[in-house]
């Protein structure tokens, strides 16, 4: 009898980092697989769907306006129980740290379902750095019987938490399966948002690329950010800044306010992911609070500045692919220049290697199940 997954995700990043395995497993006759998206995000969702080539046979739809963590946590569990009842998998992917991965690893946990977390093992340990997701992902942890991590770091934590780690599989991150693939897919990318970034940009100059929605920076945090973008703007009129804003009021509002009437800041719309992946190519240094950002641009030897005061992805800090800077405004212009004045920081920086994997995650993960 074939094996039956159920994989389950809701929000853009997840649906990157899951969609290679998705393929895969799709692609493999030693398995029965399905595809549930929670719609935590909707159009960004939609977008990866469609470049993977991805139809969900489930598909929850709760995005809302003014949506909430309390009635999206409910949601998802309660919008499952009819699908993993009538589906009855053997095992449940569930990916991260978003509200989905966190909901969907309990009613995945409610079926008896074995749960598989895929990148699995990243902490702070600090509940309020990232909020929510610190919480998020440690409780998919405590229901999850096969844990994924990404890095030997990642393993490391889940044996402190007592995991056994014969249910503990070091992979590398899915993210670089996907990134890899991408790539080569973007190179001579064509579509409308490339035509408009060649028509607003000059790629003759150096392009920083900015990306930023951490709820944790909200309030001051971003204020303090658009400060310091706006001064390296100034004091750098031959460099291009370009910064795709999240649509989060909370972002959305400084962003505009503060940044709306500098020359060589362009604000845009969010990006789709395949015009993404190849502005990230073209960039010359990535400014970003994402997490998935800091294992992805390593990969295209681009340099990362992250703005959060802590990482669950040690491991770059370390490696000297990217430096923490937080939302401190001095550390954030004083980082960015000398990165745009160093020449032999920044071709340092950009040739070393990224501890995040070497795009056979997916595989691994396959072999691992396929054994069980």
């Known amino acids: 009898m074939k094996k039956k997954n159920l994989i389950i995700f809701g929000t853009r990043p997840e649906a ?12 493999d006759n030693r398995f029965d697989t399905k595809v549930c ?13 469609t470049f993977f080539d991805i139809t969900p046979d489930f598909d929850l739809s709760l995005m809302k306006p003014n949506q909430n963590l309390y009635n999206l946590t409910g949601e998802v569990i309660a919008g499952l ?11 449940v992917y569930v990916h991260g740290d978003t509200t989905t991965t966190m909901a969907a690893s309990i009613a995945g946990f409610y079926s008896g379902a074995k749960v598989c977390h895929v990148e699995a093992g990243l902490r702070t340990n600090n509940m309020l750095s990232p909020f929510p997701e610190e919480m998020n992902r440690q409780v998919a942890s405590r229901v999850a019987t096969y844990h994924f991590a990404p890095t030997i770091k990642s393993q ?71 400060a310091a973008i706006k001064e390296i703007a100034l004091k750098n009129p031959k460099v291009e800044i370009v910064y795709p ?33 190849w502005l990230m190519n073209q960039s010359y240094l990535i400014i970003t609070d994402s997490g998935g950002v800091q294992e992805e641009a390593p990969s295209l030897g681009k340099p990362v500045l992250v703005m959060r005061d802590t990482t669950e992805r040690p491991e770059a800090v370390e490696a000297g692919t990217v430096i923490l800077v937080g939302t401190d405004t001095n550390k954030i212009i004083k980082e960015t220049q000398e990165l745009l004045d160093n020449t032999a920081k920044y071709a340092s920086m950009s040739a070393l290697h990224n501890p995040y994997g070497d795009g056979k995650a997916c595989q691994r993960i396959i072999e691992f199940i396929s054994k069980l």
């Open 16 to 27: 990157i980092k899951m969609a290679p395995l998705v393929n895969q497993f799709i692609a």
């Open 37 to 49: 998206v929670t719609g935590q995000h909707r159009e960004m969702l939609d977008q990866v769907l």
């Open 81 to 91: 129980k009819p699908i993993l009842e009538s589906f009855k998998p053997h095992f």
């Open 156 to 226: 490391e934590n889940l044996l402190k938490e007592n995991v056994s780690k014969e249910n503990i599989l070091v992979t590398g991150n899915t993210v670089i399966d996907a990134l890899l693939e991408s790539s080569n897919r973007v190179e001579n990318l064509d579509n409308e948002d490339v035509l408009v970034l060649k028509n607003k940009l000059d790629f003759n100059k150096r392009i920083i690329l900015i990306t930023g929605h951490r709820r944790e920076n909200h309030g001051q945090g971003f204020i303090d950010i658009c």
């Open 245 to 277: 804003v999240h649509l989060n009021p909370n972002v959305l509002k400084p962003v505009h306010e503060l940044l709306g009437d500098v020359n060589n800041v362009h604000l845009l719309q969010p990006l789709s992911y395949p015009t993404f992946v």
